[in-house]
């Protein structure tokens, strides 16, 4: 019997190991590389804008504005393998929508934050469509249907500096994870 609360005991710490450093994790065995870029939409609907203005941002820093969006995203949107529309004023009464709708409305909210703050002579949210490597390995090979042939998420860029952050709103809103890394 103690043979197994050790190992039971072992299960339970790596375990929390793995929810505590999700992030970390993920980072640095998922890559994702950059295909084509698409068109951020502007957001119109008023309902929108009136939701998206009820955000906490305490300061206009570009780290804030990420977070915010992507809780935004995270608390309108869930995710289905269906077809979607992709218009964010659409999505924001569907709720419903694939990595591509998570990713175009994720920049439009952002793009609208950095406006919102004066930020947007400076920042710029791009919907990226790209794919993912687990430990250097293409995982789009592995399916056959459509449905998985690439995958889209969001850089951020300083047009300026060209600093980026890249984020991908649907693994935020599964996994917690902020920030991924992409290589071009």
């Known amino acids: 019997m103690s043979v197994l609360k050790k190992i039971l005991k072992l299960f339970v ?17 998922v890559v994702y590389h950059q295909i084509k870029s698409r068109d951020a939409l502007i957001i119109k609907d008023d309902k929108l804008i009136e939701f998206v203005n009820t ?3 305490d300061t206009a820093c570009i780290e804030e504005i990420i977070e915010s969006a992507l809780d935004i995203t995270s608390e ?10 992709v218009n964010p004023d659409k999505l924001f009464y569907s709720s419903k929508s694939n990595c591509i709708g998570y990713a175009g409305f994720y ?40 449905f998985f ?4 998420f969001v850089v951020i860029e300083n047009k300026i500096s060209r600093i980026k952050y890249a984020v991908d ?16």
């Open 76 to 85: 309108k949107l869930s995710f289905t393998d269906g077809t979607c529309d």
């Open 107 to 146: 920049a439009s909210i952002c793009n609208y934050l950095l406006k919102k703050y004066h930020l947007d002579k400076e920042w710029k949210a791009t919907s990226v469509v790209g794919k993912l490597n687990l430990f250097g390995y293409d995982i789009h090979k592995l399916f056959s249907s459509p």
């Open 13 to 29: 710490l790596l375990l929390l190991l793995v929810v505590l450093f999700r992030g970390f994790l993920f980072r640095n065995s």
């Open 169 to 184: 709103p649907t693994i935020h809103d599964y996994l917690g994870v902020e920030y991924i890394t992409v290589k071009k």
């Open 55 to 57: 955000s906490d941002i």
């Open 149 to 152: 042939k690439d995958h889209d």
